[in-house]
């Protein structure tokens, strides 16, 4: 069963545009990570929320966790090439437990 | 620094052979993962070691084996390998466990089992 879905599964972007990334799930995560991973290599961690309702910024990257701590959401402004990559989020059930990873994004962003 | 290097890159095997894929961490984390990824599923854990000599089952254990004989390596077997077990498999370590420790990750390993 995989508890944490993305949407959308793929996107396709011209450069300077915005869009928004979603992570949902039924079950409540005590905090929540954001990884970007690049082709051929392993996922880079982005950031970590742990409080309903926080938001993060990470230069062009607002990063929201929802109220119910159940879902977040990652909003790229004016996109650009650099983000091109697979975008996948990431839950702790309780606390000092093993992660649970989404079914991940892929954002293309072109020229 | 290397951070987190796996080794081999990429492999084809037979159904039925065996391997080894080797993690190698410089940072002297206890904690060591080994996931595997496969397309629209994100990462799935397959087993885990919270420190040296140890082990344990992950989400999706079967048919693989791992040792953690030394704090700075985590091996994961295939003892007969299946056209299943064809992904990518990525280990990670971190200093500590859960969410508020950054995970590293290695580059990969593509794995094609025929």
């Known amino acids: 069963t995989q508890l944490l879905e993305q949407s959308p599964q793929f996107l396709s972007i011209q450069e300077g545009e915005n869009l928004t990334v979603y992570c949902n799930s039924s079950s409540v995560f005590s905090s929540l990570q954001w990884y970007r991973q690049e082709p051929g290599e392993g996922p880079v961690l982005l950031v970590t929320v742990v409080t309903g309702g926080e938001v993060k910024k990470l230069k062009r990257l607002t990063f929201q966790f929802g109220d119910a701590r159940k879902d977040s959401s990652l909003h790229i402004t004016a996109a650009q090439p650099g983000d091109t990559g697979l975008y996948l989020c990431a839950g702790e059930k309780g606390t000092a437990s093993k992660l649970t990873f989404g079914t991940g994004t892929r954002l293309q962003v072109t020229l | 620094n290397a951070g987190v290097t796996q080794t081999p890159k990429f492999r084809v095997l037979k159904t039925g052979q065996s391997m080894t894929l080797l993690c190698a961490q410089d940072?002297?984390?206890?904690?060591m993962y080994w996931y595997r990824q496969d397309p629209g599923m994100g990462l799935r854990l397959i087993h885990y070691?919270?420190?040296?000599?140890?082990?344990a089952k992950g989400e999706v254990p079967d048919g693989y084996n791992v040792s953690r004989l030394k704090k700075q390596n985590f091996l994961l077997g295939l003892e007969s390998a299946a056209p299943s077990q064809t992904s990518v498999y990525f280990c990670?370590?971190?200093?500590?466990?859960?969410?508020?420790?950054?995970?590293?990750f290695g580059p990969g390993t593509r794995l094609l089992v025929l």
């Open positions: 940072m002297n984390h206890e904690y």
């Open positions: 070691s919270v420190g040296e000599g140890t082990t």
């Open positions: 990670a370590s971190s200093r500590g466990w859960g969410a508020k420790e950054t995970q590293y």
